[in-house]
Protein backbone atom coordinates (compact mmCIF):
# COMPACT_ATOMS: atom_id res chain seq x y z
CA UNK A 1 0.00 0.00 0.00
CA UNK A 2 1.18 3.13 -1.05
CA UNK A 3 1.89 5.85 1.64
CA UNK A 4 0.66 9.38 2.30
CA UNK A 5 2.37 12.69 3.56
CA UNK A 6 1.00 15.18 5.54
CA UNK A 7 2.33 18.77 4.51
CA UNK A 8 1.26 21.55 6.30
CA UNK A 9 1.72 25.38 5.28
CA UNK A 10 1.70 27.51 8.75
CA UNK A 11 0.72 31.31 8.25
CA UNK A 12 -0.23 33.65 10.82
CA UNK A 13 -3.86 33.31 9.96
CA UNK A 14 -4.00 29.76 9.24
CA UNK A 15 -2.45 26.64 8.76
CA UNK A 16 -3.15 24.70 5.18
CA UNK A 17 -2.63 21.35 5.50
CA UNK A 18 -2.97 18.32 2.76
CA UNK A 19 -2.18 14.64 2.55
CA UNK A 20 -0.38 13.43 -1.15
CA UNK A 21 0.34 10.86 -2.26
CA UNK A 22 3.46 9.36 -3.79
CA UNK A 23 2.25 11.01 -6.94
CA UNK A 24 2.43 14.30 -5.66
CA UNK A 25 -1.62 14.85 -5.70
CA UNK A 26 -2.93 16.76 -2.86
CA UNK A 27 -5.82 14.11 -1.96
CA UNK A 28 -7.32 16.08 0.57
CA UNK A 29 -6.68 19.51 2.34
CA UNK A 30 -8.09 21.49 5.54
CA UNK A 31 -7.45 24.22 7.60
CA UNK A 32 -7.16 25.18 11.19
CA UNK A 33 -7.43 28.79 12.32
CA UNK A 34 -3.75 30.10 13.68
CA UNK A 35 -4.21 31.24 17.59
CA UNK A 36 -1.66 33.54 18.47
CA UNK A 37 -2.35 33.48 21.90
CA UNK A 38 -0.61 32.85 25.19
CA UNK A 39 2.46 33.48 23.44
CA UNK A 40 1.94 31.21 20.12
CA UNK A 41 1.97 28.23 22.51
CA UNK A 42 -1.79 26.94 21.55
CA UNK A 43 -0.56 26.91 17.61
CA UNK A 44 1.07 23.66 17.30
CA UNK A 45 -0.77 21.48 19.65
CA UNK A 46 -4.21 22.77 17.33
CA UNK A 47 -2.25 21.36 14.91
CA UNK A 48 -1.22 18.44 16.05
CA UNK A 49 -5.18 17.92 17.06
CA UNK A 50 -6.56 18.36 13.75
CA UNK A 51 -4.04 15.76 12.46
CA UNK A 52 -5.16 13.34 14.81
CA UNK A 53 -9.10 14.30 14.24
CA UNK A 54 -8.50 13.78 10.19
CA UNK A 55 -6.36 10.38 10.67
CA UNK A 56 -9.56 9.53 12.83
CA UNK A 57 -12.36 10.61 10.86
CA UNK A 58 -10.56 8.97 7.92
CA UNK A 59 -9.89 5.86 9.36
CA UNK A 60 -6.20 6.34 8.16
CA UNK A 61 -3.52 4.30 10.50
CA UNK A 62 -0.30 6.26 11.65
CA UNK A 63 1.68 3.74 9.68
CA UNK A 64 0.45 4.77 6.23
CA UNK A 65 2.36 8.18 7.21
CA UNK A 66 5.62 8.13 6.21
CA UNK A 67 6.43 11.45 7.11
CA UNK A 68 5.24 15.38 8.28
CA UNK A 69 6.53 18.35 6.41
CA UNK A 70 5.61 21.40 8.01
CA UNK A 71 6.65 25.31 6.67
CA UNK A 72 6.37 27.86 9.19
CA UNK A 73 7.83 31.74 9.45
CA UNK A 74 11.06 32.07 11.47
CA UNK A 75 14.58 31.06 11.94
CA UNK A 76 15.12 27.44 11.83
CA UNK A 77 17.66 25.65 13.35
CA UNK A 78 17.80 21.92 12.04
CA UNK A 79 19.93 20.69 14.84
CA UNK A 80 17.29 21.41 17.45
CA UNK A 81 13.95 21.52 15.64
CA UNK A 82 13.23 24.48 16.78
CA UNK A 83 12.03 28.38 15.51
CA UNK A 84 12.29 31.51 17.16
CA UNK A 85 11.61 35.06 15.52
CA UNK A 86 8.58 34.28 13.63
CA UNK A 87 6.76 37.36 14.99
CA UNK A 88 3.42 37.00 13.53
CA UNK A 89 2.60 34.07 15.36
CA UNK A 90 3.85 35.39 18.31
CA UNK A 91 7.15 33.25 18.87
CA UNK A 92 9.64 35.63 20.00
CA UNK A 93 11.23 32.81 22.17
CA UNK A 94 11.91 29.46 21.09
CA UNK A 95 9.69 26.90 19.97
CA UNK A 96 10.49 23.76 20.22
CA UNK A 97 8.16 22.44 17.42
CA UNK A 98 9.51 19.12 16.12
CA UNK A 99 9.83 17.36 19.75
CA UNK A 100 6.07 18.22 20.04
CA UNK A 101 5.17 16.71 16.73
CA UNK A 102 7.64 13.59 17.17
CA UNK A 103 6.04 12.88 20.70
CA UNK A 104 2.40 12.84 19.18
CA UNK A 105 3.38 10.97 16.18
CA UNK A 106 6.01 8.57 15.76
CA UNK A 107 6.99 9.06 12.08
CA UNK A 108 9.92 11.36 10.50
CA UNK A 109 9.26 15.22 10.78
CA UNK A 110 11.03 17.65 8.72
CA UNK A 111 10.31 21.42 8.89
CA UNK A 112 11.84 24.75 6.92
CA UNK A 113 11.37 28.45 6.66
CA UNK A 114 8.15 29.26 4.64
CA UNK A 115 9.98 31.17 1.77
CA UNK A 116 12.64 27.98 1.42
CA UNK A 117 9.70 25.92 1.26
CA UNK A 118 7.43 27.82 -1.32
CA UNK A 119 10.63 28.10 -3.03
CA UNK A 120 11.40 23.85 -3.36
CA UNK A 121 7.47 23.46 -4.17
CA UNK A 122 7.56 25.74 -6.99
CA UNK A 123 11.09 23.91 -8.13
CA UNK A 124 9.21 20.36 -7.69
CA UNK A 125 5.80 21.12 -9.39
CA UNK A 126 5.45 24.44 -10.49
CA UNK A 127 7.57 26.86 -12.33
CA UNK A 128 11.09 25.09 -11.69
CA UNK A 129 9.84 22.40 -14.01
CA UNK A 130 11.73 20.23 -11.64
CA UNK A 131 15.34 21.57 -12.55
CA UNK A 132 17.86 20.68 -10.11
CA UNK A 133 18.98 24.79 -9.94
CA UNK A 134 16.16 26.89 -9.54
CA UNK A 135 15.65 30.60 -6.97
CA UNK A 136 12.45 31.97 -6.25
CA UNK A 137 11.86 35.66 -5.80
CA UNK A 138 8.69 36.79 -3.72
CA UNK A 139 6.94 40.31 -4.25
CA UNK A 140 4.89 40.47 -1.50
CA UNK A 141 5.12 43.45 1.17
CA UNK A 142 8.82 42.63 1.39
CA UNK A 143 10.72 40.57 -0.83
CA UNK A 144 11.61 36.84 0.05
CA UNK A 145 13.46 34.37 -1.31
CA UNK A 146 14.39 30.87 -1.94
CA UNK A 147 17.56 28.62 -3.19
CA UNK A 148 17.11 25.52 -4.47
CA UNK A 149 21.09 24.01 -5.86
CA UNK A 150 21.24 20.03 -6.62
CA UNK A 151 17.40 19.49 -5.66
CA UNK A 152 18.23 20.54 -1.89
CA UNK A 153 17.46 23.86 -0.08
CA UNK A 154 20.68 26.15 0.32
CA UNK A 155 20.25 27.56 3.97
CA UNK A 156 23.97 29.06 4.82
CA UNK A 157 25.39 28.81 7.95
CA UNK A 158 23.19 30.99 9.99
CA UNK A 159 20.49 29.62 7.80
CA UNK A 160 20.11 33.18 6.51
CA UNK A 161 20.33 31.75 2.86
CA UNK A 162 17.64 33.35 0.33
CA UNK A 163 17.64 37.13 1.85
CA UNK A 164 17.41 38.28 -1.52
CA UNK A 165 15.00 41.68 -0.42
CA UNK A 166 18.05 42.52 1.41
CA UNK A 167 20.29 42.78 -1.78
CA UNK A 168 22.13 46.41 -1.67
CA UNK A 169 20.90 47.08 -5.15
CA UNK A 170 20.28 51.16 -4.94
CA UNK A 171 23.66 53.21 -4.09
CA UNK A 172 22.85 56.82 -5.08
CA UNK A 173 19.60 57.99 -3.28
CA UNK A 174 18.91 54.88 -1.15
CA UNK A 175 15.57 54.45 0.50
CA UNK A 176 16.01 53.27 4.08
CA UNK A 177 14.99 49.71 4.61
CA UNK A 178 13.08 48.34 7.82
CA UNK A 179 15.80 45.74 8.25
CA UNK A 180 18.22 48.83 9.23
CA UNK A 181 20.14 49.18 5.78
CA UNK A 182 19.65 51.60 3.39
CA UNK A 183 18.94 50.75 -0.70
CA UNK A 184 18.06 47.56 -0.17
CA UNK A 185 16.21 45.53 -3.15
CA UNK A 186 12.96 45.37 -0.90
CA UNK A 187 12.38 49.18 -0.62
CA UNK A 188 12.25 49.75 -4.58
CA UNK A 189 11.21 45.94 -6.16
CA UNK A 190 8.44 44.64 -3.35
CA UNK A 191 4.51 45.88 -3.53
CA UNK A 192 5.38 48.97 -0.86
CA UNK A 193 8.93 49.60 -3.46
CA UNK A 194 6.31 50.19 -6.07
CA UNK A 195 4.51 52.84 -4.14
CA UNK A 196 7.84 54.21 -2.60
CA UNK A 197 9.48 54.93 -6.44
CA UNK A 198 5.86 56.19 -6.97
CA UNK A 199 6.27 59.07 -4.39
CA UNK A 200 10.13 59.63 -4.68
CA UNK A 201 10.37 60.55 -8.47
CA UNK A 202 6.97 62.58 -8.74
CA UNK A 203 9.31 65.69 -9.82
CA UNK A 204 11.23 63.42 -12.70
CA UNK A 205 8.09 63.50 -14.45
CA UNK A 206 6.52 66.35 -16.34
CA UNK A 207 3.59 64.66 -18.09
CA UNK A 208 -0.07 64.46 -17.51
CA UNK A 209 -0.92 61.36 -15.12
CA UNK A 210 -3.64 60.20 -13.60
CA UNK A 211 -1.37 58.30 -11.08
CA UNK A 212 0.86 61.30 -10.79
CA UNK A 213 -2.51 63.47 -9.84
CA UNK A 214 -3.50 60.40 -7.25
CA UNK A 215 0.13 60.62 -5.84
CA UNK A 216 0.40 64.65 -5.62
CA UNK A 217 -3.31 64.55 -3.89
CA UNK A 218 -2.51 62.24 -1.45
CA UNK A 219 -4.82 59.44 -2.42
CA UNK A 220 -4.44 55.77 -1.77
CA UNK A 221 -1.63 54.01 -4.48
CA UNK A 222 -0.83 50.49 -4.35
CA UNK A 223 2.18 48.19 -6.51
CA UNK A 224 -1.58 46.89 -7.86
CA UNK A 225 -2.87 50.29 -8.83
CA UNK A 226 -0.06 51.07 -10.64
CA UNK A 227 0.50 48.02 -12.69
CA UNK A 228 -2.84 48.02 -13.52
CA UNK A 229 -3.01 51.56 -14.42
CA UNK A 230 0.46 51.13 -16.27
CA UNK A 231 -0.86 48.07 -18.12
CA UNK A 232 -4.68 49.26 -18.88
CA UNK A 233 -4.67 52.40 -19.26
CA UNK A 234 -1.02 52.79 -20.43
CA UNK A 235 -0.78 55.87 -17.87
CA UNK A 236 2.61 57.91 -18.66
CA UNK A 237 4.15 58.15 -15.51
CA UNK A 238 2.76 54.53 -14.06
CA UNK A 239 4.34 53.41 -17.29
CA UNK A 240 7.78 55.28 -15.97
CA UNK A 241 7.67 53.64 -12.58
CA UNK A 242 7.47 50.01 -13.69
CA UNK A 243 10.20 50.83 -15.70
CA UNK A 244 12.24 51.82 -12.58
CA UNK A 245 10.91 49.08 -10.88
CA UNK A 246 11.91 46.23 -13.09
CA UNK A 247 15.14 47.47 -14.16
CA UNK A 248 15.84 46.87 -10.24
CA UNK A 249 14.71 43.52 -10.59
CA UNK A 250 16.19 42.81 -13.74
CA UNK A 251 19.66 43.66 -12.11
CA UNK A 252 19.65 41.91 -9.16
CA UNK A 253 18.22 38.62 -11.23
CA UNK A 254 21.61 38.99 -13.00
CA UNK A 255 23.14 38.81 -9.82
CA UNK A 256 21.58 36.19 -9.04
CA UNK A 257 22.25 34.47 -11.92
CA UNK A 258 25.77 35.57 -12.93
CA UNK A 259 26.62 34.11 -9.07
CA UNK A 260 24.36 30.15 -9.32
CA UNK A 261 23.25 30.50 -13.11
CA UNK A 262 19.82 28.23 -12.16
CA UNK A 263 17.47 27.27 -14.80
CA UNK A 264 14.65 29.09 -13.98
CA UNK A 265 14.31 32.47 -11.57
CA UNK A 266 10.80 31.90 -10.11
CA UNK A 267 9.02 35.41 -9.38
CA UNK A 268 5.88 34.85 -7.33
CA UNK A 269 3.72 36.83 -4.41
CA UNK A 270 1.09 38.91 -4.95
CA UNK A 271 3.39 41.49 -7.83
CA UNK A 272 3.33 38.40 -9.71
CA UNK A 273 0.02 38.49 -10.38
CA UNK A 274 0.93 40.96 -13.20
CA UNK A 275 1.90 37.79 -15.27
CA UNK A 276 3.32 38.41 -18.84
CA UNK A 277 3.33 42.42 -18.48
CA UNK A 278 5.80 42.17 -15.71
CA UNK A 279 7.88 39.29 -16.63
CA UNK A 280 8.69 40.15 -20.04
CA UNK A 281 9.75 43.83 -18.57
CA UNK A 282 12.26 41.84 -16.33
CA UNK A 283 13.28 39.59 -18.87
CA UNK A 284 14.17 42.46 -20.82
CA UNK A 285 17.05 44.42 -18.08
CA UNK A 286 18.04 41.14 -16.37
CA UNK A 287 19.14 40.03 -20.14
CA UNK A 288 20.89 43.62 -20.53
CA UNK A 289 22.90 43.28 -17.14
CA UNK A 290 23.56 39.26 -17.63
CA UNK A 291 26.63 37.68 -18.38
CA UNK A 292 26.35 36.41 -22.44
CA UNK A 293 26.19 31.90 -21.02
CA UNK A 294 23.93 33.41 -18.31
CA UNK A 295 21.47 35.27 -20.68
CA UNK A 296 21.26 32.46 -22.80
CA UNK A 297 20.75 29.57 -20.38
CA UNK A 298 18.70 31.00 -17.07
CA UNK A 299 15.26 31.77 -17.43
CA UNK A 300 12.84 34.49 -15.67
CA UNK A 301 9.35 32.70 -15.07
CA UNK A 302 5.91 33.26 -13.20
CA UNK A 303 4.78 30.81 -10.37
CA UNK A 304 2.56 28.46 -11.14
CA UNK A 305 1.51 27.22 -7.97
CA UNK A 306 -0.03 30.05 -6.16
CA UNK A 307 -1.28 28.97 -2.35
CA UNK A 308 -0.29 25.81 -2.74
CA UNK A 309 3.54 26.47 -3.41
CA UNK A 310 4.19 26.18 0.76
CA UNK A 311 2.17 22.50 0.90
CA UNK A 312 3.90 21.03 -1.95
CA UNK A 313 7.68 22.22 -0.74
CA UNK A 314 6.37 21.11 2.79
CA UNK A 315 5.90 17.45 0.98
CA UNK A 316 8.94 17.65 -0.80
CA UNK A 317 11.61 18.26 2.31
CA UNK A 318 10.12 15.46 3.63
CA UNK A 319 10.65 13.05 0.61
CA UNK A 320 13.74 15.03 0.57
CA UNK A 321 15.13 14.13 4.33
CA UNK A 322 14.60 10.40 3.63
CA UNK A 323 16.18 10.53 0.58
CA UNK A 324 19.38 11.80 2.09
Not at 24 to 40: F, H, L
Not at 288 to 299: A, H, L, N, P, V
Request: glycine share 12%.
Amino acid sequence: MSKFIIAIDLGGTSAKMGVLNDNAEIIDRWSVETDISQEGTLIVPNIIQSIQGFLNRENISIDDIKGIGLGTPGTINHEEGTVVSAYNLNWRTVQHVRDQFQEAFPVPFFMDNDANVAALGEQWQGAGEQADNVVMVTLGTGVGGGVVIDGQLVHGINQAAGEIGHMTIEFHDPIDCTCGKKGCLETVASATGAVNLATKHINDFGGQSELKSMVERGDEVSAYSIFQKAEEDQDEYALYIVDLYVDYLGRAFSHIANTLNPANIIIGGGVSGSGEFLRSRVEKYFKEYSFSQIRETSKVVIAKLGNDAGMFGAAQIVNNGLNK
